[in-house]
């Protein structure tokens, strides 16, 4: 069974960065798009970042300016480089894969994320 593998998460002090990767553990085909949640303590999952297979990105408004997600292809790996990271950024991060087979839809076991002084 495919899984994805993050890495990269850390503790940082606000206003840094961190780079999050995220791999399969094997090929996958039919992409559609790849991208990154987080779930902060009591608190519900939430988009963060996507690029679809046409290049296109989507953020969360929380996020726009400071993190940028990107992908180099013929690895099926996806970045989220996270800048001026804020206390309020402190969640687990997850990898995510949709795919337009079956299963649809692919996770990763989350990587933390820990913004503090």
């Known amino acids: 069974q495919v899984q994805l593998v993050e890495s990269g998460g850390g503790l940082v002090q606000p206003g840094g960065s961190l780079r999050l990767s995220c791999a399969p553990s094997?090929?996958?085909?039919?992409?559609?798009?790849m991208g990154w949640y987080r779930q902060a303590p009591g608190k519900q999952r939430e988009l963060v970042a996507t690029?679809?297979?046409?290049?296109?990105?989507n953020y969360a408004d929380s996020v726009k300016g400071r993190f940028t997600i990107s992908r180099d292809n013929a690895k099926n790996t996806v970045y989220l480089q996270m800048n001026s990271l804020k206390p309020e950024d402190t969640a687990v991060y997850y990898c995510h894969a949709e795919v337009t087979v079956f299963p649809f839809h692919y996770w990763g076991q989350g990587t933390q994320v820990t913004v503090s002084s």
């Open positions: 690029i679809f297979s046409s290049d296109s990105t």
């Open positions: 094997r090929s996958i085909f039919s992409i559609y798009s």
